[in-house]
């Protein structure tokens, strides 16, 4: 480990050589936290983590001074990109738009960069890419996107809601999607709330949404119906002002332009807080003691992990 923040050693993973600088450079200045230690918790998790980065656009988020400082989100391949990073050219919802109506496109392409192995993984992590987001949908090899295989829902709670009250809505929002024949997989956000996952790939074809536009109107259906029935809990409306002790389910994170982020990726957070998987027994105890649970460190995930496995059943 380099004794000052401004040295530098060079590793091979899967065999690529990397330049990994400021190893001692503190990321979370709460608890200290540097960056050697994320590049760290990010190689010890990756065998969970890449199955949810496979096959997807990345969308990073980067604090480069650490959590204290200024974060940007970055979506194209940065230049300087290593020739071997797998990228996409990933239309933008205009072009995709245009394409689709045999127009001209409005907006263009993004190079994404796709993490499908540990030295992508490595590469990124070291340029302060704290947050991984993906969309819910995969790419092809030819750099096609394919139809969405999952469907989210984000749990957002507002003031003075909290991590309680998502535990009681995910359980309205498992059951509803049960109906549907979707079974459900809840995450810690890392942030204030929950995420709920559903394979769409186990639906029967005929049911399976199509393009991202069918799985958005599904995912909005199912929170519009909640809304109505447990209007003083949940809330499926945009409105900021309207989310006051209520619940918002966020149905539009499966938009072909959003994305969220990657179950056990690190979030910005003043505590290196990590998305992770939960067993719905945790979230019930959550409903019935609001003391029962809170978001997760990525020490925490880490021994998770080592006791029990991935939790994570949806799409592998």
Not at 109 to 128: E, G, K, M, R, S
Request: glycine share 8%; proline share 7%.
């Amino acid at each position: 480990m380099p004794a000052a923040a401004g040295t530098e050693v060079r590793v091979e993973v899967e065999g690529r050589v990397l330049r990994l600088t400021n190893l001692q450079k503190v990321l979370y200045p709460t608890t200290g936290t540097t960056k050697g230690e994320v590049l760290d918790y990010y190689a010890r998790i990756a065998p969970v983590l890449l199955p949810q980065l496979r096959d997807r656009a990345v969308t990073r988020v980067r604090w480069p001074h650490g959590v204290g400082g200024q974060s940007f989100f970055e979506k194209n391949a940065p230049s300087g990109t290593p020739p071997w990073v797998r990228t996409a050219e990933v239309s933008t919802t205009g072009s995709r738009r245009a394409r689709s109506t045999g127009g001209e496109p409005e907006d263009g392409t993004i190079h994404f960069p796709v993490v499908d192995d540990l030295a992508t993984l490595t590469w990124l992590v070291n340029l302060a890419a704290l947050e991984l987001h993906v969309h819910q949908w995969r790419v092809g090899r030819s750099g096609r996107s394919r139809r969405p295989d999952r469907l989210v829902i984000d749990l957002d709670p507002g003031d003075p809601a909290g991590l309680h009250e998502c535990c009681v809505v995910a359980l309205m929002v498992r059951d509803r999607l049960a109906e549907r024949g979707m079974a459900t997989t809840p995450v810690l956000s890392g942030s204030k709330g929950l995420h709920l996952y559903a394979d769409l790939d186990a639906l029967p074809c005929a049911e399976a949404p199509t393009d991202p536009d069918a799985s958005t109107a599904l995912a909005r259906e199912a929170a519009e119906d909640l809304q109505r029935s447990h209007g003083s809990l949940v809330t499926a409306t945009m409105t900021k002002q309207r989310r006051g002790g209520k619940v918002f389910l966020d149905w539009s994170q499966n938009a072909g332009s959003k994305t969220t982020v990657a179950p056990y990726s690190l979030r910005g957070r003043d505590r290196p807080f990590a998305a992770a998987p939960l067993t719905w027994d945790e979230v019930e105890d959550g409903a019935g003691d609001p003391l029962a649970l809170e978001q997760m460190t990525f020490d925490v995930v880490l021994d998770r992990v080592a006791a029990h496995g991935d939790l994570f059943r949806v799409s592998r």
